[in-house]
């Protein structure tokens, strides 16, 4: 069974900084997707970004981007020029191998941009 | 393509009883998934359909509880005589079969059981 850590229960930022979300995984797999997804105050899940284990270069998708390290088993989170609308509980998730079909969740970590 | 919607968003509900949530899912999507989420916490995976069948099924998934989606395209998920510790958030998610089967969320329907 796969496990994911979210270590940072909570992190601040001021708005226009750099701000890292870390996340830690344990599967004995080795080809699985990982994704980043945010979920805003009382609203629902968005996709954030995902990285497929077989490619190398890190993703990215505008303000987002991850530093994925298979051998570490690290896949971190880096928003940069942090808006106010990034606020938000941000979820680390693993899904493919043989637990193919569903996602296992970390914690979360709160996300709060003070102005 | 209006993204997945769930109803009710929100049922409150004595113990004992049974409640019926419904999803349904973004159209071209054959993969239909079921979480639950407690405050503060990140969702648990409770079971999938691919097309009609229903493919997997957690532990946390009691007999209490069943999920169907009969013709493939929108599901339901009872759960009968409830319980205080059923009080949560329950997500639905729908996905298109691929390498990477990037998984897209409902709102969402709270339930309260008091």
């Known amino acids: 069974a796969q496990t994911v850590t979210q270590s940072q229960p909570e992190m601040s930022v001021q708005e226009a900084e750099t701000v890292t979300l870390s996340c830690t995984y344990d599967t004995s797999e080795n080809n699985y997707y990982l994704f980043w997804y945010k979920q805003p105050p009382s609203r629902q899940m968005i996709l954030v970004i995902r990285q497929e284990a077989y490619k190398q270069q890190n993703a990215t998708e505008n303000r987002f981007s991850v530093n994925f390290q298979k051998a570490a088993k690290s896949f971190s989170l880096k928003i940069s020029d942090s808006q106010l609308g990034d606020t938000a509980m941000y979820f680390c998730?693993?899904?493919?191998?043989?637990?193919?079909?569903?996602?296992?969740f970390g914690q979360g970590t709160i996300l709060t941009v003070h102005p | 393509d209006t993204g997945v919607s769930q109803n009710p968003r929100h049922k409150i509900t004595k113990r004992g009883q049974n409640v019926t949530f419904r999803c349904d899912p973004i159209?071209?999507?054959?993969?239909l998934y079921w979480y639950r989420q407690t405050l503060g916490q990140g969702p648990e995976f409770l079971t999938y359909f691919q097309n009609e069948a229903q493919l997997e099924k957690s532990r946390l998934l009691s007999d209490r509880f069943s999920a169907e989606r009969p013709k493939g395209s929108f599901s339901t998920l009872e759960i009968q005589r409830t319980e205080q510790g059923d009080s949560a958030m329950y997500l639905c998610?729908?996905?298109?079969?691929?390498?990477?089967?990037?998984?897209?969320f409902g709102p969402g329907t709270r339930l309260t059981v008091l």
């Open positions: 159209s071209e999507h054959n993969r």
């Open positions: 998610a729908s996905s298109f079969m691929t390498t990477t089967d990037t998984q897209y």
């Open positions: 998730a693993f899904g493919g191998g043989t637990s193919y079909g569903k996602l296992t």
